[in-house]
Every structure is written in structure tokens, then in C-alpha cells.
């Protein structure tokens, strides 16, 4: 069993969550709790459940059973936008970008998004409102993106679009950060990079990744839940969970 | 969308400018079939901000430029015309009521439903004034055209000059609307619409609903396509269930295709060469349908950009991006609607 | 209450229904498949329908044009796909609303040159010219049940061919994953054509069907056309089995409206979608979200 590892109320919260397709159970009556300044990994294999866990906790799919709460508010069901809304961002694993239109114009509505402004000053030239500019350049920057500001989305390369995946999250400002293998197709100068970010962002966010590679995973998580088959099969310190006899056999093979 | 250059910009001037010297070189007929088309721009202009701007190709749109045109003869007494600054509020606002109850529930489909649903809401328009005697039923009905006056006074015009002040009256309203969509355009309000036209899941997954902004675009839309409406009740006098068809709203698809799908001038150019190419076509045959069909099929076989696509020789200034920092060639599937 | 007259606008509900269903089954089955929207569906049932003229008034035997609505239909539709639709596959949505627009519009002036603009009634065949009576107090047209019988006869094929055969697995297939066609290689060319053909003749056949009963005009394309999309809007994308069902609502919907309520009339079908999109937006058995 898991020590508590910290006593304050977690910031993401689901309790039984569930997602029937048809006659299957992609995610069984899952439990977890995101806490603020923790890297909360999900590993397993294949067809375990995760990408589905991620799209009910961003939203873009709606619960069979269970609940999700934000900061103890209850979000069960809410649409992808309203998620967002209220602070839970998500990057998607295939590129998911808007391909035809700039880096900087990608970033810029994500920050348009979340500056929650009224309907009427919609109407606003989009190039006046220089403070949503800045977030999206300082989004830009912090990834390290700054200098491809102008070019379209769709030219940059497959790790390029993976930091403007992430800019894209950042700048809608949320509190939970949920990544779906952000590191897929990323070269190691650019993982390398990009873990340097990542471990920067897990300390003001909470963060729930789901990865496959499993040294990055053990290098940079905090807590980790192993999922099997849909359901939670073990979670805890990363080094009780490699340690487990149970997730060795089902998931770890020859890693530990 | 919009000019890319100051040369891009120089040309839709000096194209203005070419559309208000016209009644000064040219007959009558020529002007009030000036009117027609410029009415037809506006139209297409309207719908433009749907499937252009947004991605969202409707075929019922004719059924509010139709409701405007109708909505003049509605409230107008048999004997007086109603000034145009009542007329025109009235055809706007009945227009952009029925855009916002369509839009309401068609807007909760996409693509080919979303196609269908319009094109049956459109046809619901269509029996509404074509099987009951509302508006004159199947064969129509005159109207008393609204009056060009402000505040009591009236314009006198002479028989001569009276279309000619309409040309104007139309000319004026399509550059307005023009800048009207550019300004639309630039504002935040259009940003979101063009990033739901590139990919609406991932505005979505930023935070938008984007429900919202289509229903929005979609009454804005419907109550420019009621402008243009107005405006032909104020021409033609006339008004009969075809002005609701989706025949029209194919139409005006058609001169969006012609002109240019990417760019917000394009359906304007679109509806002046359809006009002119069908005012061309009757002179050798009678037979309408045939050459607008056989206009179509050329547009969308060999004008995948329409008009604006062509490229004028290089000696000359394009309005295309010239510079190489620009973005290129955008991928078909990003750039077209995708409903 | 007159239940005769009741009992007669029932079925004429259901035989306009039936006649719904051939039209929307190809609609939906083509787009379902291949993802095409073909607007001039509504223009094979005309060509159908004249067809039925053409060779009524040549051989005075309706018999002789139904074989010929059929097998012209079959031609016909492989004609289309082998050299125009199959270019349009992956075009967008307007290029083949405004394509098969054009074919509208030269159907129409194909028709005109032909046949020309009148109206024109074509005759019940003689041997169906009769009432059945059902009960005493009602009796009904031989030819309407001879209708009825012919497209739940069709009806029953098509279901058969798509849950039953090895081609109707690979359709059932494509219209839920459209990806999976471009993987099936050779296959793919002849579902198309199957689909196509297919879809072409049932809207032919329905033409030829219901030219006695409706008469032959130009345009008479249209109205069958928007409701049979409605149909499909109602029954969902690509589901064959929803065509039908939402095919004899509409069929019951409207013929009922009309006779009962005609103020309501014409409206009633669309006020019917509007519920229903208001309820379940994709259809009530669609598979596919919009």
C-alpha cells in the first residue's frame, strides 16, 4: 500500500471513473488524485485505458460511471471546452495542431481563449489586444520557440510541433497539465529539452503524463499509477511500483 | 482572406472605383443589370462568412435573403412605400430571427448533415411561401418599392435617374458590407472563426464553444444575406418563392467557387463574372440551365481557386503574397471548408 | 371518424414511404460508403419516371419499363462512378454539392431536349388497373399494393445483400470505417461500383414506380429529393436499416399531415426533423456522430 505522500486536498480528483464502448470497459473504476507540484505518471500496455483516461478528464469524452472533481467541484461530464475553461489543459499525442495558420496565431488564441473576455470586446482587433500577444510569445518562449513565430504550424518538424503542442497548452494558463505522450517522435537533444520543461512545470502545475518510455518516466515522476486492462493495478513511489512483483510480471518485463 | 499587399488593397480600390464610374459610360440596362449583380455579390459576400471564413457550407442560405425580400412586401401598404430606413431594419432583423432559429438546431450537426439540414430548412421557406397565400403563393406578388428618403424628405429623382441612384444605393452597401467583413475578419471574434474553419476539435480543446461562434457568424451571415434581400425588393419590386429556392443558394455557392474561395473578394468578383457570363450566354441560347451547369462543371474541374487564383503575368503586381517569408501554398484539406 | 378513408391514407403513407426508402437507401448507402453527397439523386428518380414515359407510351406496357427502369439504372450508376464520381472521392463537400448541382441542371436540360417541358400522366398498367377490396366499405388500389409489394420485395434483397453477403459485409465495413477501404486494394473499385449501381437503379426503379401515380414533370426531382435527405437525417448516415424506419415515419408523417391537417402539411416533415435533431442529432440509428 502506498504512504500518503502529501496531506493536502488534491487538485484532480476522480473516484470510480468508468468508460464503456459497447459491450467494453476501457476504463474500470479508476481512482486516482493529482496534487499540485507532482509529476503523476500513468504507465501500461497497450490498450490499457490510458488515452481513454485522459479523454474523460479533459473532457473530450463523457463518463460511464464515476466522478471527476476539480479542486472538490464536481466536473463530471463537462465538454472539452468547459474543461479547459476551468483549468485543466491537455496536449493531444497526435499532432493536433492548426496547421495552415502560424506558430504565434496557434498560441494566440489559446491565450485568447483563456483570457475569458467579454462578448462584446470580441469585436476588438485581434492585433490590439497586445496582452494576449505576450502570453502567447512568453508561451512560445518558454518552450524555446520564440524564433519560428511566423512560420506556419504545419512546417515545422514533428518535435517542433510537439513544443507548440505544449505552448499551446501553457498558454491557456491552466492548473492541471495532462500530457499524452508528449514525447513521441522527439529526438534526444529535443526529449532532453524538453524534460529540462517539463520538471520546471510540474512545480507550479499538477501534472499527469502517460509516456511509454520508461526511463524518462522513472527519471522525472513523483508518483505513478500502473494501469492494466482498464483498471488501476498499482501506484505509489516510483521505485515501490518498479519494486512491485505484480507490475513486473504484468507490465515491466525485463525494465526493473 | 484579405490583400495581402498594399498592391492587393490598391486594386479592390481601383476596382471600386471602376464600379462607380459604370453608370456614367454605360446605357441603362447595363446598370440596372449592374444592380443585379452587385446584389448577387452581396449574397455571395454573406454567405462567404460562412463557408469561407468558417468552414460551414450551407444550402439553405437563399431562405434569408428570400425572408428579407418578403418581409418588404409584408409590411408595405399597397399604395405608399415605406422609407428605406424602416424597410431595411425590418428585412435585417426578420432575417437574422430566422438565421438564429435555423442556425440554433442545424448548427448541432456538421458536414453532410449539417448540408442537408439548411438545404431542408431552406425548402421548409420555400413551402412557406409557395403553398400558402402569404406572399402571393406560387406566382408571387408586387411590391410598393421602399423610398429613398430621410427623415420626410425625399429624394427626387427622376425616371432616368432612379436607377442609377439604386446602383448606387447597392454599390454603397456592398462596399460597406465588404469592410464590414474586414473588419469582422481581423477582429478576435474572426480569429476564432478561422480557427474553426483550420480545425474546430482543437478550438474546442482550447476552450472555446465553438457552437457559439457558429451560431453567431450564422445570424451575422443571415442578416447580410437579408440586406442583400432588401435590396432586391428595392430593384426588382417583385418577389416569388424562387428567391428561397436552393437553386439560389447553390448559385451563390457557385459564384463563391468561381471567385475564389480563399479570399474575401473573390465572391464578389465570382457574382459580376456569373452575371456577365450568363447576360453573354443568353445571346447564344435560350437555354439557361445548360450553360450554368456546363459553367459549374468548368469551374470545379479546371478553377480549383476560381478567379482569384489566376495568376496575373509576372510583370505585373499580384495579390497574391509575393514574399517568401509568406506562407506557402496552404494543404487542400486545411485551407477548404470542412463543414 | 372515417376509417376507410383512414385506413387508405395509411397506406398511402407507407407505399410513399416505401418509395421514400428506394431514393434515400442509395442516398445513404453512397455517401455512407464513399462519403459522397450526390444532390442529383433526386434527378435519377426523374430520368426513372420518364423513362417510365418513354417506354409506356412506345410499348403501352409499363412491365417493359420496369426491367428497362433497372437494368438502365444499373448502367447508368456504373457510368457515373467509372467516370466522374470516382474522381470526386476526396474532394470537399462543396465541389461535390456544386458537381452534382451541375448534373442537376444538366439532367434537367437532357431531359428537355428529349422529351421536352409538358407534364405527362403515364397509365397504371391494365391488369393492375383495379380495386382490391379489403373489407366491405374499403377497397384499395391494386397497383398501390402492387407497389408496396415490389419495394418491400426490393427492400428484403437489399437487406439481404448487406447482411448476408461477403460484399455487404465489406460496405457494412466501409461505412463505419472509410479508412479501412483504402486498405481492401481491388475490392474497393468493385464496392464502388456495386454501391453505385445499386443506389442509381433503386432510384430509377422508384421513378418507374411512381410515374402512374404521380405523373412526369420537370423538376419532379426535387420534392422527392429533400425528403429523402431529411430521411436520411432522420434515420442517420449510412445505416440502411434507419433509412427504412425513418422512411415510413416520414411517409406515415406526411401523407397523414396532408390529409388531416392541411395547414400543417407540407411543414410537418421538417418540423419532424427539427425534433428530432433537437433530440438526437446524429439520426436516431446513426452510428456515425455528425
Redesign the interface.
Known amino acids: 500500500m502506498a504512504e500518503p505522500r502529501t496531506t493536502s486536498e488534491p487538485l484532480l480528483a476522480t473516484k470510480g471513473l468508468g468508460r464503456n464502448f459497447g459491450g467494453l470497459a476501457a476504463v474500470r473504476d479508476v481512482t486516482l488524485r493529482l496534487h499540485r507540484g507532482e509529476l503523476h505518471a500513468v504507465i501500461g500496455p497497450n490498450g490499457a485505458g490510458k488515452s481513454t483516461l485522459v479523454n474523460l478528464l479533459s473532457g473530450h469524452l463523457p463518463p460511464s460511471s464515476g466522478t471527476i472533481h476539480l479542486d472538490g467541484v464536481d466536473v463530471s461530464g463537462q465538454p472539452a471546452w468547459r474543461m479547459t475553461r476551468l483549468g485543466i489543459g491537455r496536449s493531444f499525442q497526435r499532432t493536433n495542431l492548426l496547421r495552415s495558420l502560424t506558430v504565434l496565431e496557434n498560441v494566440r488564441l489559446a491565450a485568447q481563449a483563456a483570457a475569458g473576455l467579454p462578448a462584446i470586446r470580441m469585436l476588438r482587433s485581434a492585433a490590439s489586444e497586445t496582452a494576449i500577444i505576450k502570453t502567447a510569445r512568453e508561451a512560445l518562449e518558454r518552450v524555446g520557440l520564440a524564433d519560428s513565430h511566423d512560420r506556419p504550424a504545419g512546417q515545422l518538424s514533428h518535435g517542433e510541433q510537439r513544443q507548440l503542442e505544449i505552448a499551446m497548452t501553457l498558454a491557456a494558463r491552466p492548473r492541471v497539465l495532462l500530457l499524452d505522450e508528449p514525447l513521441a517522435g522527439m529526438g534526444p537533444e529535443e526529449s532532453e529539452r524538453f524534460t529540462i520543461l517539463l520538471k520546471d512545470l510540474a512545480r507550479e502545475h499538477a501534472v499527469l503524463l502517460v509516456e511509454h518510455d520508461m526511463d524518462f518516466v522513472f527519471a522525472v515522476a513523483d508518483w505513478m499509477t500502473v494501469m492494466v486492462d482498464g483498471a488501476v493495478l498499482a501506484e505509489g513511489l516510483p521505485k515501490d511500483v518498479r519494486a512491485d512483483p505484480q507490475v513486473q510480471r504484468a507490465y515491466l518485463g525485463g525494465h526493473a | 482572406m484579405l490583400p495581402q499587399s498594399k498592391y492587393g488593397w490598391m486594386g479592390l480600390v481601383a476596382g471600386a472605383l471602376a464600379l462607380a464610374a459604370l453608370p456614367l459610360a454605360v446605357p441603362s440596362y447595363y446598370v440596372e443589370l449592374g444592380t443585379y449583380a452587385l446584389i448577387a455579390a452581396m449574397l455571395a459576400l454573406s454567405l462567404q462568412l460562412l463557408?469561407g471564413c468558417t468552414g460551414l457550407?450551407s444550402?439553405g442560405h437563399g431562405a434569408f435573403y428570400g425572408l428579407a425580400a418578403y418581409t418588404v412586401y409584408l409590411i408595405t401598404p399597397e399604395n405608399q412605400g415605406f422609407p428605406i430606413f424602416v424597410t431595411l431594419p425590418a428585412a435585417v432583423l426578420a432575417a437574422g430571427l430566422a438565421a438564429f432559429v435555423v442556425g440554433a438546431?442545424?448548427l448541432?450537426?456538421?458536414?453532410?448533415?449539417?448540408?442537408?439540414?439548411t438545404?431542408?430548412?431552406g425548402?421548409?421557406v420555400f413551402?412557406?411561401f409557395h403553398?400558402t397565400k402569404i406572399g402571393g403563393g406560387a406566382d408571387g406578388a408586387f411590391l410598393t418599392r421602399p423610398v429613398l428618403s430621410l427623415f420626410g424628405f425625399e429624394l427626387p429623382l427622376t425616371r432616368r435617374q432612379r436607377p442609377i441612384a439604386i446602383y448606387y444605393v447597392a454599390l454603397a452597401q456592398m462596399v460597406l458590407m465588404y469592410l464590414g467583413l474586414v473588419?469582422?475578419l481581423?477582429?478576435?471574434?474572426?480569429?476564432?472563426l478561422?480557427?474553426i474553419r483550420?480545425?474546430e476539435?482543437?478550438?474546442?480543446?482550447?476552450?472555446?464553444?465553438?457552437y457559439r461562434y457558429k451560431l453567431a457568424a450564422f445570424v451575422i451571415a443571415g442578416m447580410l444575406a437579408g440586406v442583400a434581400g432588401h435590396m432586391w425588393a428595392m430593384h426588382r419590386g417583385f418577389v416569388n418563392p424562387e428567391l428561397v429556392g436552393?437553386h439560389r443558394s447553390?448559385e451563390a455557392?457557385?459564384m463563391i467557387?468561381l471567385g475564389g474561395?480563399n479570399t474575401l473578394h473573390g465572391p464578389i468578383l465570382g457574382a459580376l463574372a456569373y452575371t456577365g457570363l450568363e447576360e453573354l450566354a443568353q445571346i447564344v441560347t435560350e437555354?439557361k440551365?445548360?450553360v450554368?451547369?456546363?459553367v459549374?462543371?468548368f469551374?470545379?474541374l479546371a478553377l480549383p481557386k476560381g478567379l482569384s487564383g489566376l495568376r496575373l503575368p509576372r510583370k505585373w503586381p499580384t495579390l497574391q503574397p509575393a514574399s517568401p517569408?509568406k506562407?506557402?501554398a496552404?494543404?487542400?484539406a486545411?485551407?477548404?471548408?470542412?463543414? | 371518424m372515417d376509417i376507410a378513408g383512414f385506413l387508405a391514407q395509411l397506406l398511402n403513407g407507407v407505399q410513399y414511404g416505401l418509395l421514400l426508402f428506394l431514393i434515400a437507401s442509395g442516398l445513404t448507402l453512397i455517401f455512407g460508403v464513399m462519403g459522397i453527397i450526390n444532390l442529383a439523386h433526386g434527378s435519377l428518380f426523374m430520368v426513372g419516371a420518364y423513362t417510365a414515359f418513354v417506354v409506356t407510351s412506345a410499348t403501352g406496357s409499363l412491365w417493359i419499363a420496369l426491367p428497362a427502369g433497372i437494368v438502365g439504372g444499373i448502367v447508368l450508376g456504373l457510368l457515373l462512378e467509372r467516370f466522374l464520381f470516382r474522381y470526386f472521392y476526396h474532394r470537399e463537400h462543396l465541389d461535390q454539392v456544386l458537381l452534382t448541382f451541375a448534373l442537376i441542371l444538366l439532367f434537367e436540360e437532357g431531359r428537355s431536349l428529349l422529351v421536352g417541358n409538358d407534364f405527362h400522366s403515364v397509365p397504371i398498367p391494365a391488369a393492375l388497373d383495379f380495386s382490391v377490396p379489403i373489407t366491405e366499405g374499403f377497397s384499395y388500389s391494386a397497383y398501390r399494393f402492387a407497389v408496396i409489394g415490389i419495394c418491400l420485395l426490393l427492400a428484403l434483397l437489399m437487406f439481404f445483400w448487406i447482411e448476408r453477403t461477403r460484399m455487404g459485409a465489406l460496405i457494412r465495413a466501409a461505412a463505419e470505417k472509410p479508412e479501412m477501404v483504402d486498405v481492401l486494394g481491388i475490392d474497393a473499385r468493385r464496392i464502388h461500383l456495386a454501391v453505385f449501381a445499386v443506389g442509381t437503379a433503386l432510384a430509377l426503379t422508384a421513378g418507374v414506380l411512381a410515374a402512374p401515380l404521380y405523373s412526369v414533370y420537370p423538376n419532379m426531382g426535387d420534392g422527392f429529393l429533400i425528403i429523402s435527405f431529411v430521411v436520411v437525417v432522420i434515420g442517420g448516415l449510412g445505416s440502411v436499416s434507419g433509412a427504412f424506419w425513418s422512411a415510413l415515419l416520414i411517409g406515415l408523417v406526411d401523407t397523414l399531415g396532408k390529409a388531416y391537417l392541411p395547414v400543417v402539411a407540407g411543414l410537418s416533415v421538417y418540423v419532424l426533423m427539427a425534433a428530432v435533431l433537437l433530440w438526437r442529432p446524429s439520426g436516431l440509428f446513426g452510428p456515425r456522430s455528425p
Do not use: C
Open positions: 463557408v457550407v444550402l438546431l442545424s448541432r450537426t456538421r458536414g453532410f448533415f449539417f448540408l442537408m439540414v438545404l431542408a430548412f425548402q421548409m413551402f412557406l403553398d473588419f469582422l481581423r477582429s478576435l471574434f474572426g480569429r476564432v478561422e480557427g483550420v480545425n476539435h482543437r478550438v474546442q480543446a482550447m476552450g472555446y464553444d465553438t436552393w447553390a455557392l457557385l467557387l474561395l437555354r440551365l445548360l450554368e451547369g456546363l459549374i462543371l469551374v470545379v517569408k506562407a506557402p496552404e494543404p487542400a486545411e485551407s477548404a471548408p470542412h463543414g
